[in-house]
């Protein structure tokens, strides 16, 4: 059995985003027990045209390996949404930010989107603010500073 490791999981949502981040939230709960959650932000979608996005980051402790949190991750993810495609509107886009401080380039870990969106590194930011990107070593709050405005973020109430 492995140690507990600390992770970060980008919640999403840009359809009836206040029901499916919800139930999302419970399913997280349900699988992983107490998780720290970020406020939520509000922003544009981004690589395509769509609905905005209500975005914010869950905090679980698992002794699951990389690849079982990877497939649970998807699981919760395709009973919300089985028709979820990348790059359109969604009900739920769960991905995997953080295993820890690993890097684990086979599986883009850390996700390569908190050092290029502020909706997921100022969540970060937000529940980590003393900690560091594993591989580039910049504190979260100081990659959101700089990601401010990529996209503009707005907080918004998170539908719990």
């Known amino acids: 059995m492995l140690n507990k490791v600390q992770c970060a999981i980008g919640i999403g949502s840009n359809i009836d985003p206040q029901k499916h981040i919800k139930t999302a939230i419970k399913?997280?709960?349900?699988?992983?027990?107490t998780?720290?959650?970020?406020?939520?932000?509000?922003?544009?979608?981004?690589?395509?045209?769509?609905?905005?996005?209500?975005?914010?980051?869950?905090?679980?402790?698992?002794?699951?390996?990389?690849?079982e949190l990877i497939k649970k991750i998807k699981s919760i993810e395709q009973k919300i949404d089985p028709h979820n495609h990348r790059l359109k509107n969604r009900?739920?886009?769960?991905?995997?930010?953080?295993?820890?401080d690993q890097n684990l380039?086979?599986?883009?870990?850390?996700?390569?989107?908190?050092k290029k969106f502020s909706f997921t590194a100022c969540p970060l930011a937000e529940l980590l603010p003393n900690k560091k990107h594993p591989t580039d070593?910049?504190?979260?709050t100081e990659l959101c500073q700089q990601l401010k405005?990529?996209?503009?973020?707005t907080k918004t109430p998170c539908p719990l």
Request: charged share 15%; hydrophobic share 45%.
């Open 35 to 67: 998780i720290q959650l970020s406020s939520a932000y509000a922003s544009q979608a981004v690589l395509f045209e769509g609905y905005d996005f209500i975005n914010l980051v869950a905090l679980i402790n698992t002794s699951l390996t990389v690849e």
């Open 91 to 100: 009900k739920i886009d769960l991905d995997l930010l953080l295993y820890g």
């Open 149 to 153: 405005g990529n996209p503009i973020i």
């Open 27 to 33: 399913a997280l709960r349900e699988a992983f027990g």
């Open 137 to 140: 070593k910049i504190p979260y």
């Open 105 to 114: 380039p086979q599986h883009n870990l850390p996700r390569e989107d908190i």
